[in-house]
C-alpha cells in the first residue's frame, strides 16, 4: 500500500507548476483526476517533441493520473464537478483569481458540498494587490522578486535562469502545503483554502540577500557577494577546451585541497583577505586553463574539493551518480513502446513512490470517474 492510498485530488491546473504538484502526490498512491477542458485539454499535450500522438511533456508531467472532460462553464459542467468534490479530499487549480468563482466552482462553493475539502491555488502574484489579476511567466515572476538581477556577469546584463524556479518551487511548496492541511482536516475534520503565489515563493528563495539586505542595507547584484561571483572559491572557470568547472570550496579545508591538487600552496591563505580576490580569481583561471575538462575530472577524482564539471542535460542523464540514483526511468508502454522519463528525486524506504500507469488520454476515464458518482 502506498502512503497516499485512499487520498482524492480533484487536477484543474495546466502547463507546469499544478500538475508537477499533482503528479508528485500520484507518484505515493494519491488519486488524481485531471479535469480538462473538452477538444484541447491541458495545453502541455500538444508541447514537441511527440511519442507517436503522445507530447512528451504531457507525458513527463502527468504519470499515475486519470482524465475526466468537463465543460466548466456549463451547468451540466459545473454540477457534475461539484459532484465529484464531494467524493474528493483536495482541489488543485490554477486559474486567475475571480475566474472559478464566476463559473461557480470556486472555494466557497466547493466548502458548501463539502466541507473537509483543501483548496489549493496556484495564482502567479496572490489574491490580492495590484498584479493579482496580472497574466505573467516564470521570467516575470523571478524578475519582479529580484533574482534575475543577481544572475549573469558583473557589468553585463541580468540572465535568464536556466530553470523554471518559480514554478517548480511553489509546485514543491503546494505540495507541502496540501499534505499539512490533509492533516488538519485528519485531526479536525475541516478543510482549508491555499493560497501559492508564485511570487511569493521566488521571494522566499533568496534567504541569503534578506539577511544581507535586513541586517545591513546591502543589495545582492550579480558578481557582488558570495554568491553571485565574487568570491574566487565559489565561481566557475574555463578549461583548455573551452568547457567550464564550478568551484565552490567555500570552506577552508575544501580549499587547501583544491590548492593542493593545483600545487599552489602559495594561494591558501589568501582566501582570507578580500584584498585577494581579483588576484585569486586570475590565478584560478590560469590554472584551470591549463588542462581540458576531462583532464581536470582525473586528477580532482576523489580529492573532495567541491569542485564539478558544467554539465549539459544529456550528459547529467549519462551521469553515473544518475544512473546510481536511479533518476532517468525507462519505461515501456504496450502502445506507446520504450521511453524515458525523470524518475522519482523522493526516496522513501517504506513507501516509495510508484509509477502505475502513463499519463492519459484526453477524457479516457470520463465515464468511469463520473459513473462512480
Known amino acids: 500500500m502506498q502512503a497516499l492510498e485512499g487520498i482524492r485530488i480533484l487536477d484543474l491546473s495546466r502547463l507546469l507548476p499544478g500538475p508537477y504538484c499533482t503528479m508528485q502526490l500520484a507518484d505515493f498512491g494519491a488519486e488524481v483526476i485531471k479535469i480538462e477542458e473538452p477538444g484541447r485539454g491541458d495545453y502541455a499535450r500538444s508541447f514537441p517533441p511527440f511519442l507517436k500522438d503522445f507530447g512528451y511533456w504531457h507525458l513527463q508531467l502527468n ?33 486567475r483569481p475571480g475566474v472559478l468563482e464566476k463559473l461557480g ?6 466548502k458548501a458540498v463539502n466541507p473537509r475539502i483543501i483548496y489549493c491555488s496556484l495564482t502567479g502574484y496572490g489574491k490580492k494587490g495590484p498584479l493579482a489579476k496580472q497574466a505573467d511567466h516564470d521570467i516575470g515572476y523571478v524578475s519582479l522578486a529580484g533574482i534575475t538581477a543577481m544572475s549573469g556577469e558583473v557589468g553585463g546584463r541580468p540572465a535568464i535562469p536556466g ?3 518559480a514554478d517548480m518551487n511553489a509546485s514543491m511548496a503546494a505540495g507541502m502545503a496540501i499534505m499539512i492541511a490533509l492533516r488538519h482536516a485528519q485531526q ?11 511570487y511569493n515563493v521566488a521571494m522566499t528563495l533568496m534567504p541569503g540577500a534578506a539577511s544581507l539586505y535586513f541586517g545591513s542595507g546591502f543589495v545582492a547584484q550579480r558578481g557582488n557577494n558570495w554568491l553571485t561571483g565574487a568570491n574566487p572559491n565559489y565561481n566557475i572557470y574555463a578549461t583548455k577546451d573551452g568547457r567550464y568547472l564550478s568551484v565552490g570550496c ?21 582566501i582570507d583577505d578580500e584584498k585577494n580576490y581579483a588576484y585569486l580569481k586570475q590565478e584560478l583561471a590560469q590554472e584551470f586553463g591549463r588542462h581540458t575538462l576531462s583532464e581536470w575530472q582525473e586528477r580532482l577524482a576523489g580529492k573532495d574539493t567541491c569542485v564539478t564539471p558544467v554539465l549539459d542535460f544529456a550528459e547529467a542523464v549519462a551521469a553515473e551518480q544518475t544512473q546510481a540514483n536511479e533518476m532517468v526511468l525507462n519505461v515501456h508502454d504496450e502502445e506507446l513502446g520504450d521511453y524515458r522519463q525523470l524518475g522519482f528525486a523522493m526516496k522513501l524506504s517504506k513507501t516509495p513512490a510508484q509509477l502505475r500507469k502513463r499519463a492519459p488520454r484526453l477524457g479516457e476515464d470520463t465515464e468511469a470517474v463520473l459513473g462512480e458518482v
Open 250 to 270: 567555500l570552506e577552508k579545508k575544501f580549499w587547501t585541497k583544491l590548492c593542493e591538487v593545483l600545487q599552489r600552496a602559495d594561494l591558501v591563505d589568501l
Open 188 to 198: 479536525t475534520g475541516e478543510g482549508q483554502e491555499i493560497d501559492i503565489s508564485l
Open 63 to 95: 504519470r499515475n493520473k486519470r482524465s475526466v472532460v468537463l465543460d466548466l462553464k456549463s451547468e451540466a459542467g459545473r454540477k457534475a464537478f461539484l459532484s465529484l468534490v464531494k467524493t474528493a479530499d483536495v482541489v488543485v487549480e490554477s486559474y
Open 163 to 165: 530553470v523554471l524556479m
Open 105 to 110: 466552482i470556486d472555494y466557497s462553493a466547493a
